[in-house]
Every structure is written in structure tokens, then in C-alpha cells.
């Protein structure tokens, strides 16, 4: 059956308003573990009503019928912001001010789906900042502590006291082993996939390590072997 010509159809639209993706700085993939992500009024701190979707690859979006979404679009301006969180990561947000913007949202006309019915029409934010797209959020690790023990490489059991242990290059973060060989960083070492470090002493040949840190653990830990000389 065909339709007259004069039939339209009107259809309630949810549009996603704002999406993006968030990442891991360090390794520019997914963040590792749960992410959060959440849209908050900055304006009285509450999160703002928008129904949201967070995916394993980081991506996200901000959708809801664009006559509640932004109600006073027209007239005002919306003060919002971006958090994304995760374990072990500190958080990143991003500040969006949003409108005002007259005759928004606006009626939007589509092509009919079916021939012989009228062209479907529905409200989008088209202007006032909106729809924002491709919005990127970078999460930085939380650095890590370290921790460990200097040992001979001829015996695993024994302890080399006074080694420096130092992390490269030249004029990094250094420490020296107790007694007993054990060593700790007294701050957090730079955020970084390899952290190379180097174990000295006099009677020992100097040995080096691509220590690769665990940022899941606040504090990480190695053992370093040095050969007598």
C-alpha cells in the first residue's frame, strides 16, 4: 500500500551529545582496569542527568532526548565537565561550556525510509557547541616506588652493602644498599615503560637492568647481581 504523499512521520530522537575516547598516556591503548567516565554539572558538582556508555576500548558518549538533555540551550550557557578515572591512574577531565544558542535543538529533516511517506523529522543539537565529537582524555600513571636488594652473582644469598644503585642516565635518581644489600628509593622513580638501572661498587664489575615497572603495585621490587671483579 502507498501512502498519500501528505503523510508525515515524526520520530523521538536520543542523540549522543558528546563522545570520545580516553587513553593511557603511557601506552596511548585502553587504560588498563575499570574506567570511569563521568559528566558532572561544574556549576553545583552533581553529575549531569545524561544516560552514558563506556566501552572496553576506551570510548565513550553522553546520550539522552534533546528536548531534556539541554532544556534552556536556547538561553543559557551549560557549565559541564569530563572526569575519567581509573585504578592506579590519575584522573583527567576536560571543561565544556556549551551555548547559548537560539533554536536549538533545531527540527532536522531526513529522507523518508519508505517511498510514499512523508520525510521523517526530529530535533538534534546542531549548533551551541553541539554535538561534541572525538574528544580525547589522556590517563598518566601513578608512578611507583622502588624497592629491591643488590646481591653476588656467585651467591644469590649474600648481600652487597654500600652499592649505589642508580637509575640511568647519569645524574638520576640514586640510592645506596644497607648492610644486608636492600635498597629503596626514597621518591617515586619517572613514569616510563623501561626503567634502566645500573648497580656499582668497587670490586665489582658494574651491572645494568631494563627494569620494566608493574603500575598496577605501588611498589615495585628487583634484585640486582653483581659479579666480583
Given at each position: 500500500?502507498?501512502?498519500?504523499?501528505?503523510?508525515?512521520?515524526?520520530?523521538?530522537?536520543?542523540?549522543?551529545?558528546?563522545?570520545?575516547?580516553?587513553?593511557?598516556?603511557?601506552?596511548?591503548?585502553?587504560?588498563?582496569?575499570?574506567l570511569?567516565?563521568?559528566?558532572?554539572?561544574?556549576?553545583?558538582?552533581?553529575?549531569?542527568?545524561?544516560?552514558?556508555?563506556?566501552?572496553?576500548?576506551?570510548?565513550?558518549?553522553?546520550?539522552?532526548?534533546?528536548?531534556?538533555?539541554?532544556?534552556?540551550?536556547?538561553?543559557?550557557?551549560?557549565?559541564?565537565?569530563?572526569?575519567?578515572?581509573?585504578?592506579?591512574?590519575?584522573?583527567?577531565?576536560?571543561?565544556?561550556?556549551?551555548?547559548?544558542?537560539?533554536?536549538?535543538?533545531a527540527?532536522?529533516?531526513?529522507?523518508?525510509?519508505?517511498?510514499?511517506?512523508?520525510?521523517?523529522?526530529?530535533?538534534?543539537?546542531?549548533?551551541?557547541?553541539?554535538?561534541?565529537?572525538?574528544?580525547?582524555?589522556?590517563?598518566?600513571?601513578?608512578?611507583?616506588?622502588?624497592?629491591?636488594r643488590?646481591?653476588?652473582?656467585?651467591?644469590?644469598?649474600?648481600?652487597v652493602?654500600?652499592?649505589?644503585?642508580?637509575h640511568?642516565?647519569?645524574?638520576?635518581?640514586?640510592?645506596?644498599?644497607?648492610?644486608?644489600?636492600?635498597?629503596?628509593?626514597?621518591?617515586?622513580l619517572?613514569?616510563?615503560?623501561?626503567?634502566?638501572?645500573?648497580?656499582?661498587?668497587?670490586?665489582?664489575?658494574?651491572?645494568?637492568?631494563a627494569?620494566?615497572?608493574?603500575?598496577?603495585?605501588?611498589?615495585?621490587?628487583?634484585?640486582?647481581?653483581?659479579?666480583?671483579?
Amino acid at each position: 500500500m502507498t501512502l498519500p504523499p501528505t503523510v508525515r512521520s515524526v520520530t523521538l530522537a536520543r542523540q549522543a551529545v558528546i563522545w570520545g575516547r580516553v587513553t593511557d598516556s603511557l601506552t596511548h591503548a585502553a587504560p588498563r582496569g575499570a574506567l570511569r567516565v563521568r559528566l558532572l554539572d561544574r556549576d553545583t558538582g552533581e553529575p549531569y542527568p545524561l544516560a552514558s556508555a563506556v566501552l572496553l576500548d576506551g570510548s565513550f558518549a553522553f546520550h539522552g532526548p534533546p528536548e531534556r538533555a539541554f532544556p534552556r540551550l536556547a538561553e543559557r550557557a551549560y557549565h559541564l565537565r569530563i572526569e575519567a578515572s581509573g585504578p592506579r591512574y590519575a584522573p583527567a577531565i576536560a571543561d565544556l561550556d556549551i551555548g547559548p544558542a537560539a533554536g536549538q535543538p533545531a527540527l532536522v529533516t531526513a529522507p523518508p525510509p519508505t517511498e510514499g511517506v512523508g520525510a521523517l523529522r526530529f530535533r538534534l543539537f546542531t549548533g551551541g557547541g553541539l554535538p561534541i565529537a572525538n574528544l580525547a582524555l589522556a590517563l598518566d600513571r601513578l608512578a611507583v616506588r622502588l624497592e629491591g636488594r643488590v646481591v653476588r652473582s656467585t651467591d644469590p644469598a649474600a648481600g652487597v652493602a654500600g652499592a649505589t644503585v642508580q637509575h640511568t642516565p647519569p645524574g638520576g635518581p640514586s640510592t645506596a644498599t644497607d648492610l644486608a644489600g636492600y635498597f629503596v628509593f626514597p621518591d617515586p622513580l619517572p613514569v616510563s615503560l623501561a626503567l634502566p638501572l645500573e648497580a656499582s661498587k668497587a670490586g665489582f664489575d658494574p651491572a645494568t637492568l631494563a627494569f620494566a615497572p608493574d603500575y598496577d603495585l605501588a611498589v615495585n621490587q628487583v634484585v640486582i647481581r653483581l659479579k666480583p671483579s
